[in-house]
Each structure stands twice: as structure tokens, then as C-alpha cells.
């Protein structure tokens, strides 16, 4: 069985006490912290950048994972490593030639790398580097906000996506990321996710981020 593990996106923290909110989902089991960077291109919208992964760094042990929703994500992988980032998310979408691409994020820089894809692509299209990665993200949403809900298709492209993984003895992570909740990740969990992206569910829940972590770890199990 797979180990689940969960990964607190910070878009939906409150940034005004953002190194109290990932030390508390941090000291609550969480497995590593998602920096969603967004350049208002790639998608609609702007995040942050470096500065904020320069700032988490003392804050936390955890993996900081960098997920570039950007257009030209080679522009910014040096900042985000010299800030301490450990592993670095790309769309495959915006890559002309993402063997490279995977091989200046691993061998270049030492980093872990990840394949992102958004829901429109079809997942065959990250089986040629299935191999090469440490990560394959399959976007639930696309991306750009938080909050969204999960889009339902999202399941089959999971299984999908987990039978490639089996089929090239790839020893990748499958990670969700959108609309992933206490329902969601029941259903992305048997479709064969290993790894589950939360904003709001862990931010805005009621009880707080602390259980909430708990909460969805116990679900995924
Ligand atoms: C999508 C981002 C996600 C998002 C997840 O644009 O990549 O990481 O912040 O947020 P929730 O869990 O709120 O859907
Ligand atoms: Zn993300």
C-alpha cells in the first residue's frame, strides 16, 4: 500500500501569520509544503515567488515543493533553489523539450522534479517520463485560484495515470492537486493517488488546519 501524504498549498493560508499556520500543519503531520507560483500568464492569475519560499525556509523541516504555474518556468528555477526549494513542479504544457527540462532540474540543479498537467491534456502524454521524475502531478482543477471543486472526470485520469506509472515500473509520486476534500480524497486515494495538495480544505476548515490534516490523512488511508 501506498504511503499518503499530504501537502498543505499555502494559497489559501492567511500570509499575515503564514509561519504560525506551517508550523501548525506541520507539527500536525503534514508531509511537505505546496508554493503555488502563478505569473498571470500560464493562468489568470498572481501568486508569490521566492521571496516567500526565502522566508518559510528557517520556519520549517519540511520539503518545500514549488509548483510553476508559469509560462517560462526556466527563468526562475536558480531564485527558487538559492531560496531553498527542494522540489520543482513544471507544466508539461509550456515545455518544447521537457526531457531537458527534467534532466536541469535533477542533474543540473539536485532538485526533485515534477510533471504537472492540466485536465484538458491527456495523461498518455506524461508516459515517456514517467521514468524521469520524481513526481507526476495531475491537476483536479485548472489551475489558477483556489477554492474550486474537483472536477469529477479528475478520477479515471488518476487510475489512468497510476496504471502508466505501473506499466513503466516508473517510481514516481501520483499527486492531486484542486478541489481536493474530505469526499475527494477518498476517491483519489482508490483511484491510486498517493500524494494530496490541499489549500482550503486545510486552511479555511472550521476546526482549524491542524485537524484538518489529520482529518484527510485518515480519510486517504
Ligand atoms: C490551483 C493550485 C492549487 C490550489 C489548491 O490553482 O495549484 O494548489 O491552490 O487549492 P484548493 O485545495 O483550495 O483547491
Ligand atoms: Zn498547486
Known sequence: KLGVKIAPSILSADFARLGDQVREVEAAGADRIHVDVMDGHFVPNLSMGAVVVRSLRPVTRLPLEVHLMVEEPGRFLDGFVAAGADTLIVHLEVLPDPRSMLEHIRRGLG???????????????????????????????????????????????????????????????????????????????????????????????????????????EYAR
Open 111 to 217: 532538485k526533485r522534479c515534477g510533471l504537472a498537467i492540466n485536465p484538458d491534456m491527456p495523461v498518455e502524454r506524461l508516459r515517456p517520463y514517467l521514468r524521469d521524475i520524481d513526481v507526476a502531478l495531475c491537476m483536479t482543477v485548472f489551475p489558477g485560484f483556489g477554492g474550486q471543486s474537483y472536477i469529477p472526470e479528475s478520477t479515471r485520469r488518476i487510475a489512468e495515470l497510476r496504471r502508466w506509472i505501473a506499466a513503466e515500473e516508473a517510481e514516481c509520486e501520483l499527486e492531486v492537486d484542486g478541489g481536493i476534500d474530505a469526499q475527494t480524497i477518498v476517491e483519489a486515494a482508490r483511484a491510486g493517488a498517493n500524494v494530496f495538495v490541499a489549500g482550503t480544505a486545510i486552511f479555511s476548515d472550521p476546526q482549524g488546519p491542524a485537524a484538518a490534516v489529520q482529518r484527510l490523512a
